[in-house]
């Protein structure tokens, strides 16, 4: 039974009371101390940067209650005892589980018996379930993603804060990274002053105070310019309507706080970077004459910010913007960004849309509203234009009016859905309330924001890397639970994502992405730790394996891009077989000159492989490859048969086929296959035997075709190379 629970507002007055106590900033210092310092000796460890999960650090959102809270009567910062601070902290820390706890609706509301046989009845569907999610979910970005992509956002505004602030957008950029270099540089010698004072006197709130001219010296900017971008992030905003965890926090929008003698206090520099990052569209939204042209200025980056990350991945010629499709004179879908590849291709929609106060105090029509206009909208729509875009009644033309000369037939296509604000609890809501179709072409959508997509394009800079993840990310769906998407790129990044059919459900924990975590602070802020997790972009990285992915890449056919996918999914035992079994083919045709093969069983019924190592002419090799692909397939009753052609002198890919249709019986097929030897199994070991039984029915004679499909006489293919598979 649950024990009983005290009511939010109940709990959350006397919140507000202990934050209102004489010399309570003190107190909040010291927690945001626990959360924001990571020690670590020369080099910046994953295992350092666990110290930030652990279960008595507080969330941002819980951090930014405490200041609000704090804020609503005249802020005191005289200097308590110890022993109070540590009672402040005591029942600070009390107070903020129990009001979690009173968050969460009892399981007999979430779990109403009297509507479990309702195929309809969702319980996190419902508000009052969603708000704990809404309030502790993960946050949707780095800091360094607010501060670098504000600069991006606002570029087009750069006018308007001139002349209406003062400012330029770098200005701002500079200044709040000047007050984190001071913060740090505070926060590393604040210790060492401690031990020179008597303990009565000990506190951290020095390091989050500053002056205008501290910053001014450390930006070389005039200080009226920098006062300028300090006191545009100092709330005006009365506190008193911050009555519940859900009432609008001004100290999120404006985290600076004014205090006596110039001097400013900021305890969350996430916060600030966040605030660069939101706050103008209040400003713009003042100012009548320029609010449509800020609204057009934020969808245009969304659209431009995701082509050029997308970019990164397949290049500037398979990347395109703003596309409509017309069926004669009529205009039948819109398309914000188009990505081709082979025969695979990303729809993306964007949109600028937020959660409302009304939706985070867990009213349900809201919600769904808020979801609406953010997500399933935009979703809508790029479902709209896939059924469209196989289909060649309809053109594309590009924003100059030409149409779009591309692959018109694609075997998949990814719907993406991308937002430019943060949403909490993206992926858990989208999991809830999106409504979406999947076809044998159209696959099921991918939710994310802005800076998912810039994480995803910076770790995965390969086509076919970003197209596997995505791939996997979408076919497993609702078999994946964490708590931010940020998460499951990390442990595929580590471990290669990917879950056996006997299991229902996997569950990530949130300790898995410190090594992302790690390798996007060391690329972007320029921490001192590895910039690539360990793992699938690592192990293989100057194997033959890593140069066929790559190879893959740049061939861009389709008929083996979907072998890439198969190779990207493969245990490390499969991958080592294949890196061995290469290089042997390599060593062997070196040696002799001669066409080598080697088969292998990926899948019992379902898929194989079949390598040919040769440099002969590709009116030779490729017709070779094609029938023995051919007689594979038709031996194993598969689904599908992949082929590649390695050179021997030079160990690059260079074609490959996909044989990939029903299987039908065929005499003719019967008489030819029969005496096929086995495959190598990728299965169960790590070695390949390269002295195997062949699989005969009956004597062959010198002068019959050899039965591996080569087409040339047994004495002079397989009875010569008795090592081939």
């Known amino acids: 039974m649950r024990e009983a629970v005290r009511k939010e507002s109940e709990i959350f007055s006397e919140l507000a009371e202990i934050c209102a106590s004489p010399g309570y900033v003190h107190a909040i210092a010291s927690l945001c101390y626990q959360n924001d310092i990571i020690g670590y000796a020369d080099t910046l460890t994953p295992e350092d940067m666990l110290q930030q999960l652990s279960r008595d650090i507080l969330v941002r959102t819980e951090i930014s209650t405490l200041v609000g809270l704090a804020c609503k009567k005249q802020l005191n910062i005289d200097l308590p005892s110890p022993e109070v601070i540590r009672r402040y902290i005591d029942k600070t820390d009390s107070l903020l589980k129990e009001i979690h706890q009173s968050m969460m609706p009892p399981m007999e509301y979430i779990f109403n018996p009297n509507k479990i046989g309702d195929q309809n009845f969702n319980p996190f569907r419902d508000g009052l379930v969603l708000r704990e999610a809404i309030f502790y979910g993960g946050e949707s970005a780095y800091d360094f993603q607010y501060r670098d992509l504000s600069k991006i956002k606002y570029e087009k505004d750069n006018n308007w804060f001139l002349t209406n602030k003062g400012f330029s957008i770098q200005q701002v950029i500079d200044v709040m990274t000047s007050i984190k270099s001071l913060r740090n540089d505070k926060a590393n010698n604040v210790v060492r002053k401690l031990f020179n004072k008597d303990p009565s006197e000990w506190t951290v709130l020095s390091v989050y105070k500053f002056t205008a001219k501290e910053i001014s010296d450390i930006s070389n900017i005039e200080i009226d310019t920098v006062k300028l971008v300090i006191e545009s992030f100092v709330s005006s905003i009365n506190m008193d309507e911050f009555n519940s965890l859900d009432d609008f926090n001004p100290k999120n929008a404006y985290p600076i706080i004014q205090l006596p003698e110039d001097e400013y206090l900021l305890f969350q520099i996430y916060s600030l970077v966040q605030a660069l990052y939101e706050t103008p569209f209040f400003w713009f939204n003042d100012d009548k004459a320029y609010k449509n042209i800020a609204n057009q200025h934020r969808g245009q980056f969304t659209e431009n910010f995701s082509a050029e990350r997308l970019k990164l991945v397949f290049g500037e010629k ?54 609406k206009k953010a997500i399933q909208e935009a979703y809508d729509q790029a479902y709209l234009c896939a059924t469209l875009l196989n289909d060649k009644k309809y053109k594309l033309v590009d924003k100059s009016g030409k ?74 769906g609702d078999k994946i639970l964490s708590t931010h998407e940020l998460t499951i790129l990390s442990y595929h990044l580590k471990q290669n994502l990917w879950i056996d059919n006997k299991y229902a459900m996997m569950q990530i924990g949130d300790d898995i992405c410190v090594d992302l975590d790690l390798a996007m602070l060391t690329r972007r802020d320029g921490a001192p730790g590895s910039d690539t997790p360990e793992g699938i972009l690592t192990k293989y990285k100057g194997t033959v394996f890593d140069q066929i992915i790559r190879d893959i890449d740049k061939l861009e056919h389709s008929a083996i891009i979907s072998l890439g996918f198969t190779l990207l999914s493969m245990s490390s035992d499969a991958i080592e077989m294949i890196n061995n079994g290469i290089a042997e083919l390599i060593k062997r045709g070196r040696k002799d000159g001669q066409h080598h093969d080697l088969t292998l069983e990926i899948s019992e019924g379902g898929l194989g492989l079949t390598i040919h190592c040769n440099d002969d002419h590709k009116s030779i090799s490729g017709p070779r490859l094609e029938s023995h692909c ?96």
């Open 318 to 371: 398979r990347v395109f913007s703003n596309i409509d499709i017309y069926n004669s004179k009529e205009q039948a879908g819109e398309i914000d960004v188009l990505v081709v590849f082979a025969d695979r291709a990303i729809i993306l929609q964007a949109k600028s849309k937020k959660l409302t106060i009304p939706s985070r105090k867990g009213n349900d029509n809201s919600l769904q509203s808020d979801f």
């Open 403 to 476: 149409e779009l000369n591309i692959n018109r037939e694609y075997k998949e296509i990814y719907p993406f859905c991308v937002i430019s604000e943060h949403y909490p609890a993206l992926s858990f809501q989208a999991r809830q309330f999106l409504e979406f179709q999947e076809t044998k072409n159209i696959k099921p959508p991918f939710v994310m924001d802005v800076f998912l997509l810039d994480v995803m394009t910076e770790m995965l800079q390969s086509p076919l890397h970003f197209l596997s993840y995505v791939n996997k990310r979408i076919s497993y």
């Open 630 to 725: 051919e007689r594979r397939k038709y031996t194993h009753k598969a689904s599908s048969w992949f082929g590649i052609c390695i050179g021997q002198k030079v160990p690059r890919l260079r074609f490959g086929v996909n044989k990939e249709y029903d299987w039908v019986q065929s005499n003719e097929m019967d008489e030819l296959v029969q005496d096929l030897p086995k495959p190598q199994n990728l299965k169960g070991n790590n070695k390949i035997n390269f002295a195997p039984e062949p699989r005969q029915s009956k004597k062959i004679g010198r002068n019959e075709k050899c039965p591996c499909g080569s087409g040339k006489k047994y004495k002079k293919c397989c009875l010569k190379q008795e090592w081939r598979m």
